[in-house]
């Protein structure tokens, strides 16, 4: 049963740490997105990585966060340091889009990291 | 303005009700998504839409490109439908990035 796996599900973490957070997404998907959720601002757009490459991270803030995808089963965004205003549920999602006919599949989504830092 | 707008913002039902949630944008569009957000956080995606109608079981999703509206629609309502929905569209140059809407809060009652 293929599923996009997160981890950790669930992290807290203090001030100014370094927070790490890993996406595997379906094997074979070449589109994976990074999204985080807070209640105030609901969904939002990260950044995105098309066979590896990204191509979209104007959703980030750059000082702080870094979205990396050091091979094509494995996903990371790193936070660092962490503050208390990125707390929120941090999505991935992957997905496959064929380039040539302008296609693509829906997006599949893992359970989530829930990050609070204090 | 908001690009994606969803209504209504909550809504309660009875079990066995018929439900629409709607969804509006402005902005042209390569794919509409429906998403579901269960109250434990995990997002599902139900369907992905550029023209016509889908129906999966109880769920039919509908979009009218030159309207720029989608509807989802939830036959026999039932307690476990309760749920986040969310309107997500993937623009036509925006490659395959998703602007979401603000999502529906729907709550059956047996």
């Known amino acids: 049963d293929a599923r996009v796996t997160q981890t950790p599900r669930h992290k807290v973490t203090e001030m100014g740490q370094e927070v790490t957070m890993r996406c595997q997404p379906i094997?074979?998907?070449?589109?994976v997105f990074w999204y985080r959720q807070t209640m105030m601002q609901g969904l939002e757009l990260l950044a995105y990585?098309?066979?590896?490459?990204?191509?979209?991270d104007s959703g980030m803030p750059k000082d702080r966060f870094s979205a990396e995808m050091p091979d094509a089963t494995l996903a990371t965004l790193k936070i660092q340091p962490s503050e208390p205003r990125d707390s929120a549920v941090y999505f991935c999602?992957?997905?496959?889009?064929?380039?040539?006919?302008?296609?693509?599949?829906?997006?599949?989504f893992g359970q989530g990291t829930r990050l609070t830092v204090v | 303005k908001n690009e994606v707008e969803q209504s209504p913002q909550n809504l309660t039902a009875q079990e066995g009700e018929f439900i629409t949630i709607n969804c509006s944008y402005s902005?042209?569009?390569?794919?509409l998504h429906w998403l579901q957000q269960h109250p434990g956080g995990g997002i599902v995606s139900l369907f992905m839409?550029?023209?016509g109608k889908k129906k999966h079981g109880r769920l039919i999703a509908t979009i009218n490109i030159q309207e720029k509206h989608s509807s989802l629609h939830i036959t026999a309502s039932h307690p476990r439908d309760s749920a986040v929905y969310i309107c997500?569209?993937?623009?036509?140059?925006?490659?395959?990035?998703?602007?979401f809407g603000e999502g529906t809060q729907l709550t059956v009652n047996p």
């Open positions: 094997l074979g998907h070449n589109t």
């Open positions: 999602a992957s997905g496959l889009v064929f380039l040539d006919r302008g296609l693509g599949t829906e997006a599949f």
């Open positions: 990585f098309r066979n590896r490459a990204p191509l979209d």
């Open positions: 902005v042209g569009i390569s794919a």
């Open positions: 839409l550029s023209s």
């Open positions: 997500a569209v993937r623009s036509e140059t925006s490659g395959s990035r998703l602007t």
